[in-house]
């Protein structure tokens, strides 16, 4: 459609927005192409070399230069404090992505167009209305589960959620323009009143553009944290009626616009219909009796945390991925994702789940009493038939690191323990066999030594990993003893600092702890020998418990954490930590005398040779002590609230920048993955 010499059709405007998101997922496709080949590269290095993870020729040297670049300004988060409130902004890549995509829009809006001259105003009008309804697509792109972007890009759905939200809000700021410019021409005539009274075309666009404010506003964290049920179903009914109103306003030319969303979101839904009914149909899968392949226990754990377990899973996952469940019995047309804090080496699929409200709130009150009255050590688990669909995300591995920095707030550590674990479990089966033709990884791990961080309110959650802890301790033990260089350094803070917690985390004081969580602190039972072992835990008022270990001041940056008056890792209030062993020593087979006065004799909560101490990480002198040490990129997971994971960013940054990372010094890349509560 033609709108005046030297001006380009409403058609060729459209055209130019999609040339530039083209583009965009192309490079985005490159880039996971060539971590994909990097990754391959570094393991099969391994063999000749045990410095895999640094750059050795030009490509890659000019790539680590670049990375380092690029990753000092996009993961910088500015903060941004207002008396006690603060403000996690996004980094600066995913702002500065969306200014970029304001300005596409604002250009293909206006380009070669004079807002000043009132005669084009309908033209802008027209323009605006073609590249707003041309948007449509993309935003579903980037909605949908099995997700089409993510697939060729490697960046999973949760993700492109954040920029779903934000291309919608876009397209409204489109329609605003093209309602804006229509009205202020029709106003020059005293006209407005008249369209939208007579004006069957005016008075659908207006219902279009009501039913996208609505969407925009409804999509808000207020509100979808008030109930995420009620959300999600008037969402997809919004949804539906925007893109009838739509469909009638548009002209006929542009309605494809209209159908091929329609499409990508009936593929979505039926590949993920295909699936949900392979992984959760016993017909499947052999071994499985009854009408459900999946059946899940539920165990409460405190006061507002349930485990939620499914033995011999149908279906396989990698670390750090997560499972959509639904138990409709319980909590009736809800399903939440949980990250899976086990691996596939467990034969079970185990998830964490920090009761709130709706399901998760039904699921540990039916755990609480399916437990409650049972004097036995073990108590027989009542199985429910559960729903499971996924598994989804999608992380760079991070094997082929030198060293990891995980760090994890609360439940956090249902994403970084299990992570932690393959790493271990990689180096255990670094021998592998590997085939020629293969187009599998080489088996093994290039990193080298690891620093685990856990952030907890009180010391009785350490009892959700408690096992697998000790179990990463005795196997690296046994690869050391091998002759391994291998290093695992772990270290659990008790804080009740919101910031590096979750602000409604478990609370001694919230109400009675569950009576089969009280015997599982006194008791523990090994699942394979069915041995018992003592495991003596504090059960002192909840101020006793602030007295010990409540304190959240950072000392030095040299330091990793405060001195405590007592020690969270004994029962005994009085004891008093001592500063905490260097980690640059690789012999980490510290016994409890090095952290308590020699006098004391304590019961631990977990293997001495994991440091429990009581106040705040210093997460910048953590990452900084792990870079001096790196011998090739290293990587720095976190998982929890926006406050840890915004300071854990910024502590990268400013490490990279002080070390001249890539620039000359010989100090090696820093990589982060961020994970932080609530994406949905």
């Not at 015997?519 to 007295?547: A, F, H, N, Y």
Request: proline share 5%; with cysteine; charged share 20%.
């Amino acid at each position: 459609m033609s709108m005046g010499v030297g001006v380009p059709g409403l058609f060729h405007m459209q055209n130019v927005f999609w040339a530039f998101i083209g583009t965009a997922i192309g490079v985005a496709t490159l880039v996971n192409l060539f971590n994909q080949i990097l990754y391959r590269q570094r393991l099969a290095a391994l063999r000749t070399t045990p410095l895999a993870a640094k750059p050795r020729n030009f490509v890659f040297q000019a790539q680590a230069t670049a990375a380092a670049v690029i990753r000092e300004y996009s993961y910088y988060s500015i903060p941004v404090a207002f008396r006690k409130w603060r403000i996690h902004l996004p980094p600066m890549g995913l702002i500065t992505m969306m200014v970029g995509y304001i300005l596409l829009i604002t250009v293909a809006c206006l380009y070669r167009l004079d807002p000043d001259d009132f005669l084009q105003w309908e033209d802008i009008g027209y323009r605006s209305g073609f590249i707003a309804v041309c948007q449509i697509p993309l935003i579903v792109l980037l909605s949908g589960k099995r997700n089409i972007i993510g697939f060729f890009t490697g960046v999973s759905y949760e993700r492109l959620n954040w920029l779903h939200r934000w291309t919608a809000r876009a397209l409204l700021f489109t329609v605003l323009i093209h309602m804006g410019y229509w009205m202020t021409s029709w106003a020059k005539y005293d006209y407005i009143l008249v369209k939208i009274k007579t004006d069957a075309i005016t008075q659908k666009g207006l219902a279009a553009g009501s039913v996208l404010a609505w969407l925009v506003l409804s999509s808000m964290t207020p509100f979808r944290g008030w109930s995420y049920e009620f959300f999600v179903i008037q969402h997809l009914i919004s949804w539906l009626g925007f893109l009838a109103a739509a469909y009638l306003h548009v002209n006929r030319e542009d309605r494809m616009w209209i159908w091929m969303p329609l499409g990508f979101w009936a593929f979505d839904r039926v590949v993920r219909a295909g699936y949900l009914f392979y992984n959760n149909l016993a017909l499947f899968h052999r071994g499985s009796s009854g009408i459900l392949a999946c059946r899940a226990s539920f165990e409460p754990l405190d006061e507002s945390h349930t485990r939620i377990t499914i033995a011999n899973p149908p279906v396989s996952w990698t670390a750090g991925q997560h499972m959509f469940v639904a138990c409709h019995p319980l909590a009736p047309l809800a399903s939440h994702p949980f990250t899976i804090a086990s691996i596939p080496e467990d034969g079970k699929m185990e998830f964490i789940v920090r009761a709130k409200k709706g399901a998760t709130k039904k699921f540990f009150s039916y755990a609480n009493r399916a437990f409650s009255g049972l004097p036995t050590v073990s108590p027989r688990k009542e199985d429910r038939g559960v729903l499971i669909e996924g598994p989804y995300a999608s992380v760079r591995p991070f094997r082929q690191f030198d060293s990891v920095v995980f760090v994890a707030g609360s439940t956090g550590a249902t994403f970084t323990v299990p992570l932690l674990r393959d790493i271990v479990h990689n180096w255990k089966n670094a021998e592998g066999p590997k085939s020629k033709v293969s187009l599998k990884p080489a088996p093994g791990a290039v990193t080298r030594h690891i620093r685990f961080i856990w952030c907890l309110k009180y010391r009785t959650s350490i009892s959700w990993f408690r096992a697998q802890l000790d179990r990463v301790i005795s196997d690296l033990e046994a690869l050391r003893n091998q002759g391994r260089d291998v290093n695992v350094d772990i270290t659990i803070y008790i804080t009740c600092d919101d910031e590096l917690t979750s602000p409604k985390s478990s609370n001694a004081g919230d109400g009675p702890r569950p009576q089969a969580a009280l015997q599982r602190d006194s008791e523990d039972v090994d699942e394979k020998t069915g041995k018992t072992s003592t495991l003596q835990v504090v059960r002192s008022r909840p101020s006793s418990i602030q007295e010990c270990c409540c304190c959240n001041t950072i000392v030095e940056e040299d330091d990793d954490a405060v001195r405590p008056p007592c020690s969270c890792s004994t029962t005994d209030k009085n004891a008093t930590i001592n500063k905490r062993p260097s980690s640059s020593s690789h012999e980490r087979v510290s016994s409890s005398s090095s952290l308590l006065h020699a006098s004391e004799k304590p019961s631990l909560l977990v293997d001495s040779r994991i440091h429990i101490l009581s106040g705040r990480p210093n997460i910048k002198g953590i990452v900084r002590k792990t870079a001096e040490q790196a011998l090739g990129e290293m990587a720095i997971v976190v998982c929890g609230p926006k406050g840890m994971v915004q300071a854990t960013r910024n502590a990268a940054v400013a490490v990279s920048d002080e070390r001249a990372v890539h620039k000359g010094t010989g100090a090696q890349g820093i990589y982060v993955h961020a994970e932080a509560f609530g994406y949905a």
